[in-house]
């Protein structure tokens, strides 16, 4: 089944994001502000959104540029850096199509937005373009969230779809509330592949308003795999951490691994 990536970010799904932007906590800021700080120079942020992490960065007087696949997601962005007294430089892109005027210190993918690109081949591509786009001793910077798939479980997944099941729920001006459910809609163990839905619910008190239903997948890696991909895009200096910290992604890691791939300095 093909499904468009953009689906998950249009509609009730970028208030979503919207209010993620506004309230969630920022779990891997410093994280990825300490490589901007470290490399100094310019940033790209690669799946850059509502601007949860971006305009943060901008606030702090980094200079760091931003694309997104999504134009409504980057018109969310646009309204709030507006709001904020900002004005950041945006560009709609896939990220597999990057294609930028010039070069940047640093790029990083948060969110493990990575996995949202589907095909291998425009994977790896992303890698290459990313690598391209990079200063020489330029780092690149992304995590993707730990599989939690069982591949010794007796029976085979399913049944699909699955249950709804709570995501979020956020509070919205007035009465209104935005309630997040999702269910899986399917698994293929072989390649990697999770599908979903994720149903969106607007409501003015106990009055729905609005109900959407975005359909959407994703792929899940594991180390090895992605330290081959990035060195058959080119990068040969790879580390590997644990939940954002600075240790070295181990079992003892539960939740992401987080890939700083350094662009050779001879090139």
């Given at each position: 089944?093909?499904?468009?990536?953009?689906?998950?970010?249009?509609?009730?799904?970028?208030?979503h994001?919207?209010?993620?932007s506004?309230?969630d906590?920022?779990?891997?800021?410093?994280?990825?502000?300490?490589i901007?700080?470290g490399n100094?120079?310019?940033?790209?942020?690669?799946?850059c959104g509502?601007?949860?992490?971006?305009?943060?960065?901008?606030?702090a007087?980094l200079d760091?540029?931003g694309?997104?696949?999504?134009g409504?997601?980057?018109?969310v962005?646009r309204?709030?850096?507006?709001a904020l007294?900002?004005q950041?430089?945006?560009?709609?892109?896939?990220?597999q199509?990057l294609?930028?005027p010039?070069?940047?210190?640093?790029?990083?993918?948060?969110?493990?937005?990575?996995?949202?690109?589907m095909?291998?081949?425009?994977a790896v591509e992303t890698?290459r373009?990313?690598?391209?786009?990079?200063?020489?001793g330029?780092?690149?910077a992304?995590?993707?969230?730990?599989?939690?798939y069982n591949?010794?479980?007796?029976?085979a997944?399913?049944?699909?779809?699955g249950?709804?099941?709570?995501?979020?729920?956020k509070?919205?001006?007035?009465?209104?509330?935005?309630?997040?459910?999702?269910r899986?809609t399917?698994?293929?163990p072989?390649?990697?592949?999770?599908?979903?839905?994720?149903?969106?619910?607007?409501?003015?008190g106990d009055q729905?308003?609005?109900e959407?239903?975005h359909?959407?997948?994703?792929?899940?890696?594991?180390?090895?795999?992605?330290?081959?991909?990035l060195?058959?895009?080119?990068?040969?200096q790879?580390?590997?951490?644990?939940?954002?910290?600075?240790?070295?992604?181990?079992?003892?890691?539960t939740?992401?691994?987080?890939?700083?791939?350094?662009k050779?300095r001879?090139?």
């Amino acid at each position: 089944m093909h499904f468009d990536e953009r689906d998950l970010y249009t509609g009730l799904a970028t208030l979503h994001w919207m209010t993620i932007s506004q309230t969630d906590s920022r779990w891997d800021q410093a994280f990825y502000q300490h490589i901007i700080e470290g490399n100094g120079g310019r940033a790209l942020e690669i799946g850059c959104g509502a601007g949860r992490l971006l305009l943060a960065y901008l606030q702090a007087g980094l200079d760091v540029e931003g694309i997104d696949f999504s134009g409504e997601m980057l018109a969310v962005c646009r309204e709030q850096a507006t709001a904020l007294g900002l004005q950041p430089v945006l560009y709609e892109q896939p990220m597999q199509a990057l294609d930028l005027p010039h070069t940047f210190h640093t790029i990083y993918i948060p969110c493990g937005s990575f996995i949202c690109v589907m095909d291998r081949e425009a994977a790896v591509e992303t890698l290459r373009r990313c690598y391209a786009h990079l200063e020489p001793g330029g780092t690149l910077a992304f995590n993707i969230y730990l599989a939690d798939y069982n591949y010794s479980q007796a029976a085979a997944p399913g049944p699909f779809p699955g249950e709804w099941k709570p995501r979020a729920e956020k509070q919205l001006p007035g009465q209104r509330r935005l309630v997040v459910t999702v269910r899986e809609t399917g698994i293929d163990p072989v390649e990697q592949i999770w599908m979903e839905q994720r149903r969106y619910q607007l409501y003015d008190g106990d009055q729905l308003l609005e109900e959407e239903i975005h359909s959407g997948q994703g792929r899940w890696y594991f180390r090895n795999e992605l330290l081959l991909m990035l060195r058959i895009a080119g990068f040969s200096q790879v580390v590997v951490k644990g939940d954002y910290t600075d240790e070295e992604f181990s079992a003892k890691h539960t939740r992401t691994m987080v890939f700083l791939a350094t662009k050779d300095r001879a090139d």
